[in-house]
């Protein structure tokens, strides 16, 4: 079952910070984060682990909330690269197989 | 490393037309994905792969055939072309299933008319 998202969509002004949820009706084991530009492949951001390990290369933070099965993606002070649609996958145990959410549109202005 | 690429990057078949997508890595992963995004329903999962030979079922696989002779490559087959087919095509790949980074290739365009 796909997690989901909120908001769908959000409108920044650069330097604006923004929150993007990811929520799953299943126990997880990993939640990932990914952004895709239009017309490209989604790109890889984070990946948050039970237990609370981060994987992540990027000026952005995210939190996994296990007990709730919650995560969140932090995008601060945003920039103009900061558009573009983010996907969370998630991760159930053992199963290797990442179920991804909707997306959430990100549209950030000078 | 060209990392994961995908063949042909754009097609259009008529409905019943048969077709076969290429996805090919070259970072040694063993887990190979394919998914089919299509507008406002995110990514989901057609098929994938834990190592060579081997193959399993994901989220919308009807209609969809794969196979894994090679480590490095996975094809994804359309038998019988239809247009509820019609979509962008990603491959990926991850060195481990879990908690590991998903690769993922430029995508493939299919049109079925």
């Known amino acids: 079952q796909q997690p989901v998202q909120s908001p769908q969509a959000v409108i920044l002004r650069e330097g604006e910070d923004a929150v993007i949820n990811c929520s799953s009706s299943?126990?997880?084991?990993?939640v990932h984060w990914y952004r895709q530009k239009h017309g490209e492949a989604p790109v890889f951001l984070m990946i948050l682990l039970k237990g609370g390990e981060q994987k992540g290369h990027e000026k952005i933070s995210a939190s996994f909330n296990e007990k709730k099965q919650q995560s969140s993606l932090y995008l601060t002070a945003s920039q103009l690269s900061y558009s573009g649609t983010y996907f969370c996958?998630?991760?159930?145990?053992?199963?290797?197989?990442?179920?991804f959410g909707a997306g959430t549109t990100v549209t950030v202005r000078a | 490393n060209a990392g994961v690429t995908q063949t042909p990057k754009f097609r259009v078949l008529k409905t019943g037309q048969s077709m076969t997508l290429l996805c090919a890595q070259d970072?040694?992963?063993?887990?190979m994905y394919w998914y089919r995004q299509d507008p406002g329903m995110g990514l989901r999962l057609i098929h994938y792969s834990v190592g060579e030979g081997t193959t399993a079922k994901g989220e919308v696989p009807d209609g969809y055939n794969v196979s894994r002779l090679k480590k490095q490559n996975f094809l994804l087959g359309l038998e019988s072309a239809a247009p509820s087919q019609t979509s962008v095509y990603f491959c990926?790949?991850?060195?481990?299933?879990?908690?590991?980074?998903?690769?993922f290739g430029p995508g493939t365009r299919l049109l079925v008319l």
């Open positions: 996958g998630t991760e159930s145990s053992n199963d290797y197989k990442l179920s």
């Open positions: 299943k126990a997880l084991y990993s």
């Open positions: 990926a790949s991850s060195y481990i299933g879990d908690g590991e980074t998903q690769y």
């Open positions: 970072m040694n992963h063993e887990y």
